[in-house]
């Protein structure tokens, strides 16, 4: 008896159906290792953070003798405050963002673009919008343009520079009136020591986790 028939299956299908199962850019490995390095950089950095109560403690709080009393008070509580400074201005961001709803959708619109159309896209999948193709160049200068236009000609940009210039408001009077002589400081680090590691860190692990593909359409 015969043996049926069989078509063979040319490189063009192969390929189609190996397209057709890619997997969408936020389930890749690369977007998965972006969340996992991000969040531990976060997490390890919020565990450095000083209790509160020395933050808010009423009797350490008095007026400095001149302005550079004030100078040296804030360089010491920003090493010891760093994290505690940090976290506060991301709460002053997000409740100015929050209390804005518009400019929230516009910031998230923003990030999905980079996300989805540049960061962690397969490579094998260009963009395609009404029927034209973009390369990875062309859709890289269209976000770029995207994203100068939204932070710096919209009222994003100024309620971003707006929420930045209170919350650094708040800290540098905080960081006056707080006499930092009960601190224990280390002496190995130095006072104006990296009041934005902590953010460069986490910084440093995004990019680390997106550099592969970054690098890929390079």
Known sequence: MASPATIPMTTSQSTAGTGAQSQPPIATPAF????????????QGLS????????????????PDN?????????????????????MLVVVLAFSILSHPLSLLVLLGLLAAWVFLYLF????????????T??????????????????????VGSLLISALLVGVAIVCLHG??????????????????GFLSFLGG?????AAAAAPAVASRV
Do not use: C
């Open 202 to 206: 986490a910084a440093s692990s995004a």
């Open 48 to 63: 450095q953070r000083r209790p509160w109560y020395e933050l808010i403690d009423r009797s350490a709080m008095s007026r």
């Open 121 to 132: 896209r397969p490579s094998d999948q260009p963009v395609v919008i009404l029927g034209r």
């Open 32 to 43: 998965r290792a972006f969340l996992s390095r991000f969040s531990s950089s976060i997490r």
């Open 176 to 193: 006056a009136f707080r006499v930092p002589e009960d601190l224990f400081l280390d002496d190995q680090e130095p006072a104006n020591a």
């Open 134 to 155: 973009f390369s990875d160049r062309e859709t890289l200068g269209a976000l770029v343009v995207l994203t100068v236009f939204v932070v710096f000609l919209t009222s």
């Open 67 to 87: 302005l550079t009393d004030a100078y040296s008070r804030i360089r010491k509580n920003l090493s010891y405050f760093k994290v505690n400074y940090i976290t």
